[in-house]
Each structure stands twice: as structure tokens, then as C-alpha cells.
């Protein structure tokens, strides 16, 4: 089992930074793919950041291209996202996600969640 936990969420105006944090407890030596997904009230879940542990070019989507970094510090087994110039329409509850089989944008993908941490952006 592998469990998650979110935080660095929060209140921001538009135009600022937030960094969110993920640390990873348990059996995380299965975890081959984490990503980052985020709902806002009344939509659906939405892939934000994805990438292979073992390396190689991370996934964005296309809202977020050019403005969220996603990374990881091994020693510490904790996934970041980092979010610049951020926009009222970022404004959702953030989870992280994590999976041993599969990874990429799409939520059913991935099989461990955390519990979310909101980010709301204010104009």
C-alpha cells in the first residue's frame, strides 16, 4: 500500500506561485508513475502533470503548459507542482496519484490518491 499526502494549498491572487508537495509513505519502491490532478466544483477530473519516476519528459496539459512544473525529490519521496502565473479558472482541489502499471493524464490510470488540498485563485 502506498498512501499520499497533499499540502501547499491555498489562497492566491491571480498572477501568483504556489508550490504544492506530495509526500509518498509505504510501499513506494512499486510507484513508477505519479501524477498531479485537480477538480473544480461541477467539472470533472482533469490531468494536470504526469510523469515516469524512472525519467523522462513529464506530461502537462495544455492549460497549464509553460506555467506548472512537476518534480520529485527521491530522498525525500515527495512530489512537488510547482504553479506560476496562476488564473482564477486554476481554482480546484488538487490530488496527487500514484501507480506502478500506468501513468499519464488519465485518472483511472492510477490507483493511489491522496485525500486533495485546495488552491483557490482569486482575480
Known amino acids: 500500500q502506498v498512501q499520499l499526502v497533499e499540502s501547499g494549498g491555498g489562497p492566491v491572487q491571480a498572477g501568483g506561485s504556489l508550490r504544492l508537495s506530495c509526500a509518498a509513505s509505504g510501499s513506494t519502491y512499486s510507484i513508477n508513475y505519479m501524477g498531479w490532478f485537480r477538480q473544480a466544483p461541477g467539472k470533472e477530473r482533469e490531468g494536470v502533470a504526469a510523469?515516469?519516476?524512472?525519467?523522462?519528459?513529464?506530461s502537462y496539459a495544455d492549460s497549464v503548459k509553460g506555467r506548472f512544473t512537476i518534480s520529485k525529490d527521491n530522498a525525500k519521496n515527495t512530489l512537488y507542482l510547482e504553479m506560476n502565473s496562476l488564473k482564477p479558472e486554476d481554482t480546484a482541489v488538487y490530488y496527487c496519484?500514484?501507480?506502478?502499471?500506468?501513468?499519464?493524464?488519465?485518472?483511472?490510470?492510477?490507483?493511489?490518491w491522496g485525500q486533495g488540498t485546495q488552491v483557490t485563485v482569486s482575480s
Open positions: 496519484a500514484a501507480s506502478r502499471f500506468s501513468g499519464g493524464l488519465r485518472g483511472s490510470n492510477y490507483n493511489y
Open positions: 510523469f515516469y519516476t524512472g525519467g523522462g519528459i513529464p
